[in-house]
């Protein structure tokens, strides 16, 4: 089967990345979405749009197509991804969302980067200093304008910091600049998450920041947009929970529903793709339909998969598609995502292989920074022949496996979005996460964590905290030496006592619980 004569000018396909751009069967999805978008614009107060479907449906990618769509418009689509790895770290998608939002505006002209900050200061006053110690990023906006804050009881403390997080909310959300908050996978979100973004949707301090976010009738301009599992979400899971707390508040929720492609949005699709005539098309759609069942994720890595094995080429000399139909009907597709993508990681290198492994152990995204700490060629069986004090910089190793790593971006399973290198759908994480033997899992958590804190320079520790003592906690129960447990026992002190500084009190009592385990198991 061949495709139709093209120029090299009409040539848009990668000849390596069969990028499929255009959204399929979800016109209906996106008009109503962008349609819940553009009401920020008013002054009705905040809303909720839940996008829901089953894993690899397309979720993500029809809020980021809303995203392209209305970012020149004015709006600020700020972003974040709850992980399953990531549980115990409070507000990690909130604050990667934020974080890269004044990330951004730092990049921004002068005009810009005063007017937020003066914004900010004028709402949240003297609590900004609540605000840099959970978004470090906002230091790089209000440089020397905050305090630090005094120190009051646990309650006032939440109160405190949900007064100065709803006002920074109400400084950067303005008719020209509406924000829209997106935070995908949100059936993992941490108890403190739910309850902050509720006390943007209603009026009331004591309940769950969801509920934060979503129904405080001062807030305008204003729109949270969660992309969720629905067939994870059970009548007693916390966000069901959560979410019929603020509906009995009478916030607008939108429900929006992705289902799997159908076969005439299939055929449209490679028929575009590939410039065939759609009327020819139709076998190979069978195909693809058979072998997919429709779900976006699956249609893509077929797709690619095809290429990469030769059975779908691009000819220079034919100057078109060749597609072999019947070696392809005859291709065998493993039965979900997940094989899929840990079949195409084993074709790498094996320096590639293990940053994947690595990275996946953090969960479906990173920082730069962070990923830095923690890449390193060898993964050590001994956990006890290196200590946790600080030891020499292994900069130029690290570095190299981050060329390793980008090598994985290039072939479609990882992408760098500003300060962050993320999994492509958290089905490739998991996919790496399983290629780790399951005996040595709590292993690699331990020596990321350890390497984490031996690497961070000790100006930078508060940052990475959360996620060194949660992975080397993972793998606590491996730890003899007695000096060892006494460290790890400090550090998660020492992280319970930064939590309560956040008012992440179910986090504060896991750090505070992990360190008396480790108390009792020495003899100190």
């Not at 020397?144 to 006002?167: D, I, K, M, W």
């Not at 799997?260 to 693809?288: G, K, Q, W, Y």
Request: aromatic share 8%; proline share 2%; hydrophobic share 40%.
């Amino acid at each position: 089967m061949q495709g139709a004569k093209l120029s090299d000018q009409d040539m848009e396909i990668d000849q390596q990345q069969i990028s499929l751009n255009k959204l399929y069967g979800r016109d209906s999805q996106l008009k109503e979405l962008i349609d819940v978008c553009i009401r920020t614009r008013s002054v009705c107060p905040p809303e909720l749009a839940l996008v829901s479907g089953c894993s690899g449906s397309g979720k993500t990618s029809l809020v980021r197509t809303a995203a392209d769509r209305l970012s020149k418009y004015g709006f600020f689509f700020l972003s974040g991804k709850f992980d399953q790895l990531q549980h115990a770290e409070p507000l990690s998608a909130i604050k990667t969302a934020f974080n890269q939002y004044f990330f951004n505006i730092s990049k921004s002209d002068d005009e810009r980067i005063n007017t937020t900050r003066s914004s900010i200061l004028e709402t949240a006053g003297d609590c900004v200093g609540v605000l840099t110690a959970c978004f470090p990023g906002l230091e790089n906006i209000i440089g020397g304008h905050c305090t630090n804050p005094t120190q009051v009881g646990l309650e006032e403390t939440q109160h405190r910091f949900e007064y100065a997080f709803r006002s920074m909310v109400k400084a950067i959300a303005t008719p020209s600049n509406p924000v829209v908050l997106f935070l995908d996978d949100l059936h993992w979100a941490d108890a403190y998450s739910l309850h902050l973004l509720t006390v943007l949707a209603t009026d009331a301090y004591s309940l769950h920041l969801l509920t934060v976010l979503a129904t405080d009738r001062e807030i305008k301009n204003f729109l949270f947009i969660g992309c969720l599992r629905d067939d994870e979400v059970g009548i007693s899971h916390p966000l069901a929970v959560t979410l019929r707390g603020i509906q009995n508040r009478h916030t607008v929720v939108t429900k929006i529903t992705v289902a799997n492609i159908d076969r005439e949005e299939i055929n449209a699709l490679i028929s575009e793709t590939f410039h065939f005539p759609a009327s020819i098309t139709i076998s190979l759609t069978d195909i693809v339909y058979q072998k997919t069942k429709g779900n976006a994720l699956c249609i893509t890595q077929f797709l690619q998969s095809l290429h990469d094995g030769g059975l779908l080429q691009w000819s220079s000399v034919s100057n078109s598609w060749e597609i072999q139909i019947q070696s392809i009907e005859a291709e065998y597709v493993p039965d979900d995502a997940v094989r899929m993508f840990k079949s195409k990681i084993l074709q790498l290198p094996v320096k590639t292989q293990l940053a994947l492994k690595l990275m996946s152990c953090v969960g479906s995204s990173c920082s730069e920074y962070t990923l830095l700490l923690f890449l390193e060629e060898k993964i050590t069986i001994n956990i006890e022949e290196e200590g946790m004090a600080k030891r020499t910089d292994k900069q130029g190793q690290r570095s190299e496996m981050l060329l390793f790593l980008n090598l994985a971006i290039h072939e479609g399973l990882v992408k760098k979005e500003g300060i962050n290198y993320n999994f492509i759908h958290d089905q490739v994480q998991h996919a790496a996460y399983l290629l780790i033997p399951k005996e040595e899992k709590h292993l690699w958590h331990l020596r990321v964590g350890y390497n984490i804190w031996l690497n961070v320079p000790e100006k930078d520790e508060d940052k990475v905290i959360f996620i060194a003592v949660d992975q080397m906690n993972h793998g606590m129960s491996l730890i003899e030496s007695e000096d060892k447990k006494i460290r790890l026992a400090k550090l998660n002190l020492r992280a319970g006592v930064k939590a309560m500084s956040l008012s992440t009190f179910s986090s504060c009592a896991s750090y505070f619980l992990g360190c008396h385990q480790l108390s009792q198991k020495t003899k100190k």
